[in-house]
């Protein structure tokens, strides 16, 4: 087979190491491009592409991760952060500002146009065939959509180019390329996302998907359907949200009957002789028992192989220290082998602390979120935003095993991202309960039964599609029910948390704001808040959503009050936006 250039990453080495139908893929070169004269020749060079787009994509996890969180209220400056993330917490951002430069988005952007318009000329000249075109073109506009998602979210207007260009720089000419607002940008994605011909994950067994040294490929990917989800959730079209949402948590209920059917996607507990994702005390009720080495905490550190990872995860990318790109999420994070720039906020903790857990056979109920435990460790007296780092400092040492081994995860999308957003969009639908639901103790406990007899209760069947759930449950009654949904718990619930009561008068408002706020205290430092804050904000026309979080973050912190009010002032006056510069 012909040489090819490849961008070198964990994905190339590892997928393309492993297509055995091929006697040498590939000889690596130092370039970082591909050769356009031996590229593009057959699918494994799509396949290629595919991985190298992948691969450059992942050297924009650590701006993503600041822009997303730092520009909320969940994460917070240390005394080491450098200026550029000073100013990015403070909304103060200078133009010169590297973490608000637009240009790594398009320089993956222009990536993924290119690979496009070589994919085109691949199936014209009959080099790949039109189900093999259809899944790999599908894939990178779902991924380009998603970058461009990104880049309406921090900076508003932007220029939507959909073709190849020499230079990433020709962006930048306003009279090629001219700025589209948000809500224009918006209606493209929607157009060219819905049209792609193939929504489904890549076929198990395909080059595309396989599992290589422990590394489930499927996860890498893009999940097209949730894409059209957050478009959709974005343009306030609650239905069609509802129900590309509804198809992604309904992935598992094929086939038979079993723990996956039960569980992936579902939020459900899991069956015996399996540990699942619940916060559970070897002793209900004692706070000094909350288990560690098993439940909740162990969704950031399982093994990519593992059924906690195939259960919980939908999109989520593997760092390994053998290959690049370098893991600069430990960088960000740690202070240990890292730079330590970043923490978790007052503000956060407060929350966690304002929360109760249910309570024990004695009526008591601990007095905060154990969330906060296992989000966070203190390490050397200092406090650290653990998630992406538990793969790398033990849980129960404090320290690096390896310090030179920085491997990890970069988590993108996970099933309570996926609940949270169906119960945004079905909340705004008028389905109260079904989304109070989701969100605290589950369909049995928003639609419990009087008796053993489940048959009317435990299920939505009256609303129409996305709506009509089945977590009908008998336990010893008659008739016996199983449903698809009989094992869900709702996220408060897998907490062990009591449920949030909702007056009914300003039921939507209410839920809403409780879903955005559960949204903090499950998905904290993973990548969403500034995005679930500005969201909620633009649709209820209302600065003062993401305004007041933000100020009160940075009063927390300690920040001078001139700094906070101005803070909070710019974003009053609706200026949510970076400034587009490179």
């Not at 007052?346 to 905060?368: A, C, E, V």
């Not at 039964?449 to 009256?462: F, M």
């Not at 996305?466 to 449950?473: A, C, Q, T, W």
């Amino acid at each position: 087979m012909k040489k090819m250039k490849l961008i070198e990453s964990l994905l190339v080495v590892t997928l393309l190491l492993s297509f055995s139908s091929c006697k040498k893929i590939f000889d690596i070169k130092p370039e970082d491009q591909l050769d356009i004269s031996n590229a593009y020749q057959n699918v494994y060079d799509a396949d290629a592409a595919v991985i190298g787009v992948y691969g450059k994509f992942m050297g924009l996890a650590e701006q993503y991760v600041v822009l997303n969180e730092l520009r909320g209220d969940l994460l917070d400056v240390t005394v080491n952060s450098n200026e550029a993330l000073r100013q990015i917490n403070t909304h103060e951002v200078k133009e010169s500002n590297p973490y608000a430069s637009p240009k790594p988005f398009y320089e993956v952007i222009l990536n993924c146009n290119d690979v496009i318009e070589n994919f085109r000329i691949m199936v014209r000249d009959k080099k790949m065939t039109e189900d093999q075109f259809n899944q790999r073109y599908s894939d990178v506009v779902a991924l380009r959509s998603f970058l461009y998602l990104q880049l309406g979210i921090h900076w508003g207007e932007v220029p939507y180019v959909t073709s190849s260009l020499k230079n990433v720089d020709e962006v930048k000419n306003p009279t090629n390329y001219p700025k589209v607002t948000f809500n224009v940008l918006l209606d493209s994605l929607i157009a060219v996302t819905e049209a792609i011909p193939f929504k489904n994950v890549y076929p198990s067994g395909t080059n595309l998907n396989i599992t290589v040294d422990g590394y489930p490929t499927e996860k890498f990917y893009i999940n097209k359907r949730i894409m059209l989800g957050d478009l959709y959730l974005w343009k306030n079209n609650y239905q069609k949200a509802a129900e590309y949402y509804r198809q992604v948590m309904e992935t598992a209920t094929a086939g038979d009957f079993g723990e996956n059917y039960y569980s992936q996607y579902k939020l459900g507990w899991w069956g015996t002789g399996n540990v699942d994702h619940d916060v559970v005390y070897t002793r209900p009720g004692d706070a000094s028992t909350l288990v560690y080495n098993e439940g909740w905490r162990t969704i950031f550190e399982n093994p990519f192989n593992s059924d906690g990872v195939r259960r919980e995860w939908v999109w989520v990318l593997p760092f390994d220290s053998k290959f690049r790109p370098d893991n600069k999420l430990i960088k960000l994070f740690s202070p240990i082998g890292g730079d330590y720039q970043v923490q978790p906020s007052q503000r956060i903790y407060d929350m966690w602390d304002g929360q109760t857990q249910r309570s024990n056979d004695r009526g008591q109920g601990i007095p905060y979120d154990a969330r906060k435990l296992l989000s966070t460790m203190n390490i050397g007296g200092q406090p650290v935003a653990m998630k992406f780092l538990y793969n790398y400092i033990g849980w129960n040492t404090s320290t690096a095993s390896n310090p030179l081994l920085k491997n990890g995860k970069w988590f993108l999308f996970r099933q309570t991202h996926l609940h949270l957003r169906f119960a945004e969009a079905a909340n705004r639908s008028g389905k109260y309960l079904l989304a109070w639901g989701l969100w605290n103790n589950g369909f049995a406990g928003a639609y419990p039964a009087p008796g053993s007899d489940v048959t009317n209760y435990h299920n939505t069947l009256r609303e129409p599609y996305p709506f009509n759930f089945d977590g009908r449950n008998s336990n010893n009654g008659v008739p016996y029910y199983r449903a698809d949904w009989y094992r869900n718990i709702g996220i408060r619930a897998r907490a062990n948390l009591l449920n949030v009561s909702i007056p009914v008068a300003d039921s939507l408002l209410s839920i809403e704001s409780g879903l955005i706020q559960e949204g903090a205290l499950e998905n904290a430092f993973e990548g969403t808040r500034w995005a679930d804050l500005l969201r909620v904000t633009l649709r209820r026309n209302d600065p003062s959503f993401i305004a007041d979080r933000v100020y009160e973050k940075l009063i927390k912190s300690g920040i001078a009050s001139g700094s906070a009010s101005a803070a909070r002032a710019r974003l009053m006056a609706r200026d949510y936006y970076l400034p587009f510069k490179w």
